[in-house]
């Protein structure tokens, strides 16, 4: 079965640090994958989507980035956190055929 | 492209009351339609799912949605529920192709008072 791993659960980084939050998936290949952020009182928003390794797109303009160095890694970052920033990251997968995702634990930022 | 709306932001129901959480999509094409439970400080997961086929899906923890194509609608239904119920609920609409096409509505809180 699949299964999808996040980490870390909570961060507290000071503003201007670096981030990085990783997401891996295990038990398929090629999938789609996904990085939301959920403010407090809010849906989700879509912040980038791959469909393959190297493919990233971006849905907002934003002080973040993302990457897929491998088939199942997704990796968010920001060189300089800003206040804004704050919220909760959720990673999510689906495959190809793109009909459900299925997300990860999630994580919690919060820039200080 | 679509867009989904949901009603009501919060839901207070007694325990072992029956409940309705509502959602209208719109879409000029056909979708596939989910609903989605968080708990706090946790990720979403899927209560159930309409791809095609019979209009009355049933999903776990006793859930169920039907799909009305007429009003466009994907109400989530349960007829009694429990304290472990209350949670944040998400409608969920995705057109039939393109990887970015999953639209999430705001959320409704359910809160189960005993």
């Known amino acids: 079965s699949q299964t999808i791993h996040q980490w870390p659960a909570t961060l507290v980084q000071p503003v201007g640090s670096p981030l990085s939050l990783e997401c891996t998936v295990e038990?398929?290949?090629?999938?789609?994958l996904y990085w939301y952020r959920q403010a407090a009182g809010r849906g989700l928003q879509l912040l980038f989507y791959?469909?393959?390794?190297?493919?990233i797109s971006s849905e907002v303009p934003q002080n973040l980035s993302a990457s897929r160095p491998q088939d199942r890694q997704f990796i968010l970052s920001s060189k300089k956190l800003l206040l804004s920033d704050s919220g909760f990251y959720l990673c999510?997968?689906?495959?190809?055929?793109?009909?459900?995702?299925?997300f990860g634990q999630g994580t919690r930022l919060t820039v200080v | 492209a679509q867009s989904v709306t949901q009603l009501d932001s919060q839901v207070p129901v007694f325990e072992e009351a029956p409940v309705e959480l509502r959602c209208n999509y719109s879409?000029?094409?056909?979708?596939?339609l989910f609903w989605y439970v968080q708990y706090p400080n946790q990720g979403l997961q899927l209560l159930l799912k309409?791809?095609?086929?019979?209009?009355l899906v049933k999903g776990i923890n006793g859930f169920e949605a039907e799909f009305n194509k007429s009003q466009t609608s994907f109400h989530l239904r349960k007829p009694s529920v429990h304290i472990s119920d209350t949670a944040e609920y998400f409608c969920?609409?995705?057109?039939?192709?393109?990887?970015?096409?999953?639209?999430f509505g705001t959320g409704t809180r359910l809160t189960v008072i005993p």
């Open positions: 999510a997968w689906s495959p190809q055929m793109n009909t459900e995702a299925f």
């Open positions: 038990g398929t290949s090629n999938p789609n």
């Open positions: 791959s469909v393959g390794i190297g493919q």
């Open positions: 879409s000029s094409v056909s979708v596939y």
């Open positions: 309409y791809l095609s086929g019979s209009t």
């Open positions: 969920a609409v995705r057109g039939p192709t393109g990887a970015n096409n999953l639209f």
